[in-house]
C-alpha cells in the first residue's frame, strides 16, 4: 500500500507542473471560433463600437503599422512603439487569414487595424459586430 502512495504522489508532482505548462494565460489563444466576423475593408468609414474595456495597455511591436482596414493592402495610418499606450476597440478576421483588432494609439491619436500577432495580448478578445 504505501508503495502504491509514492507512485500516486510521483506521477502527481510530475503530472501537475505538465498542466499548469499547458495553459498559459492568452498565450496563442486562437480566435475565429466559429463566429462570423467580417474583414473591414480599406479606407472604410465604418467605425467599429469600442467593446474592449483595455485601455491603457502598452508593448506592442516596434513599428507595427496601423492601417485604414484590416489588411497589409490597406494605406498605414500611424505606427506603434513599444512605450506608446493602445485603447483596444474589438477584433476581425483579416482578408489574409490574420486576426486584427481596431485601436487607438493613445499616444499619438491614430486609429485604425493592426494585426494581432504584433500587439501585446494578441490585440483584443472582442469580436466586432457583423
Known sequence: ???????????????????????????????????????????????????????GITGGTSGARIRTGSSTSCTAVGSIEPSHRLDYYCYTNGDDGYTWTYLRNVTTGKRGWVRDHLLPNYGSGYHCPN
Open 1 to 55: 500500500m504505501r508503495g502504491i502512495s509514492k507512485l500516486a504522489a510521483a506521477i502527481a508532482g510530475v503530472a501537475l507542473p505538465a498542466v499548469l505548462v499547458a495553459a498559459p494565460a492568452h498565450a496563442g489563444t486562437p480566435k475565429g471560433d466559429g463566429v462570423t466576423v467580417q474583414h473591414y475593408a480599406c479606407n472604410s468609414s465604418v467605425v467599429p463600437p469600442n467593446s474592449d474595456p483595455i485601455s
